[in-house]
């Protein structure tokens, strides 16, 4: 991929990803032991990945569409002292962070579940979803941001990321594991570089 770096001008980054004809999903090729990317985000990562006022913002203004009243859930990823969770409880958003090396409740069933550049971090995204699936009621919300691809190509391809998402592939996963789409194109996100995605729950 060539990649046009702000004012440093053209540079070339090499990456040996994989893209799926079928859905367009791009992935990469090399990714972590999982030991290795469990013990980097538990205790490295969960405690150095900051939000800005500004993105908290934005985030709450977007989910105040989708969370009423009452509603439950789970912000996944977002660090042992995850500072959106404690913005959103400030707010009276009945909010509990869970991290994604935790283990997942198999009984507690919510309205939503939120996670901010997260996806393009895990391997197995089978799982994952699945998973996500398991926690929501019928009709509950999964919205997420992730760097688009497409628009943001730098933003997306690092080397703690294994995956790159764009609006064709978002699809074909929800379909896949039981979600709709709820917009037709990746809105913009609480970062520049990023989109916001909203899933409902399906089957």
Do not use: M
């Not at 404690?86 to 707010?91: G, H, T, V, Y």
């Not at 926690?135 to 509950?140: A, K």
């Amino acid at each position: 991929f060539e990649i046009l770096s702000n004012e440093k001008g053209l540079h070339t980054f090499t990456f040996e990803d994989v893209v799926c004809e079928s859905c367009a999903f791009i992935f990469s090729k090399q990714r972590q032991l999982e030991e290795d990317i469990n013990d980097y985000y538990e205790f490295y990562h969960s405690h150095s990945s900051p939000t800005i006022d500004g993105e908290h913002n934005a985030r709450y203004e977007y989910l105040k569409n989708y969370i009423k009243g009452e509603s439950v859930g789970y912000e996944i990823g977002g660090g042992s002292n995850s500072s959106f969770t404690r913005f959103l409880k400030s707010k009276d958003i009945n909010v509990t962070n869970l991290e994604v090396t935790d283990h997942w409740p198999s009984d507690d069933i919510v309205d939503f579940v939120i996670c901010y550049y997260v996806l393009e971090h895990v391997n197995d995204l089978s799982s994952f979803f699945a998973n996500v699936n398991k926690l929501l009621e019928v009709g509950g919300f999964f919205i997420f941001e992730v760097p688009n691809f497409y628009n943001n190509p730098a933003a997306s391809l690092n080397e703690e990321h294994v995956n790159h998402f764009n609006l064709t592939s978002v699809s074909s996963i929800a379909y896949r594991f039981g979600f709709e789409l709820v917009s037709d194109s990746f809105e913009q996100g609480s970062r520049p570089f990023g989109s916001v995605v909203t899933l409902k729950k399906s089957c």
